[in-house]
């Protein structure tokens, strides 16, 4: 049975570009991870797939879901839900592979209270001034929707400490780098891996004591 895979919870405040560090990392042949596509109630923008992107529905088949137990984790974040379908999830890191969940803050410490071993990185600007210019230049926001969306991107950053690692997006090349290079090491931590050794201790002495036991028959 493979050694069960990490869960990387991977978030940030809105316009700091999680979606693309995310495409970047997924564009290399290198990576090694599975990515939870994200259901969401909000309106596919131009250029999203569904089903790429995101899985999007309406807010009441969402909230059938939620009844059901069927989301890992959801937020209601600016008027719509997000969230992550939960039996894709298991059934990934069951296999061994990693899982990749590109989330809202909210849905972050949800997964964190069901999930306490997942690596939870958390995306920041250089700064606010930055923040709100890559906001307006998305030119699909209204004013007041951007302020909101500043508002919570300020709450939000207090609730860093809740996360494992921080990485700052300054350019994208370099969020990767800094991404990949967390998860390499988790992959090492003494905790996730002991239990194979512990394994291969206890599998190692009864050998040893069933060859002594023979020798002595």
């Given amino acids: 049975m493979p050694e069960r895979g990490l869960l990387i919870v991977f978030s940030g405040p809105s316009g700091v570009g999680k979606g693309t560090v995310r495409a ?4 290399s042949s290198q990576h090694q ?3 939870s596509v994200s259901m969401t109630t909000r309106q596919q923008r131009p250029g999203e797939v569904d089903g790429k992107d995101y899985f ?3 807010r009441e088949a969402f909230e059938e879901k939620i ?3 069927q989301m890992l984790e959801y937020a209601e974040y600016v008027g719509n839900y997000y969230g992550t379908p939960l039996e894709y999830v298991n059934r990934t890191l069951d296999e061994g592979k990693d899982v990749f ?3 809202e803050v909210q849905g972050a410490l949800q997964v964190k209270e069901k999930v306490p071993d997942g690596v939870f990185i958390f995306l920041t600007p250089p ?3 930055e923040l709100r210019g890559r906001l307006s230049g998305r030119g699909t926001d209204s004013l007041d929707v951007i302020n909101e969306r500043m508002e919570k991107a300020r709450e939000e950053i207090k609730l860093m400490s809740e996360y494992d690692y921080a990485v700052v997006n300054d350019e994208v090349h370099l969020a990767v780098e800094r991404v ?3 998860v390499e090491a988790e992959h090492f931590r003494v905790d996730r891996v002991i239990g194979r050794y512990q394994n291969m201790v206890e599998m190692t002495t009864y050998a040893s004591e069933n060859d002594a036991n023979a020798h002595c028959e």
């Avoid at 970047?24 to 564009?27: D, N, P, V, W």
Wanted: charged share 30%; proline share 0%; glycine share 4%.
């Fill in 180 to 182: 990949k290079k967390i």
């Fill in 56 to 58: 999007f529905t309406t």
């Fill in 67 to 69: 009844k059901a137990g």
């Fill in 101 to 103: 969940l590109e989330i």
């Fill in 127 to 129: 700064d606010l001034a």
């Fill in 33 to 35: 991870f599975d990515y």
């Fill in 24 to 27: 970047a990392i997924f564009e």
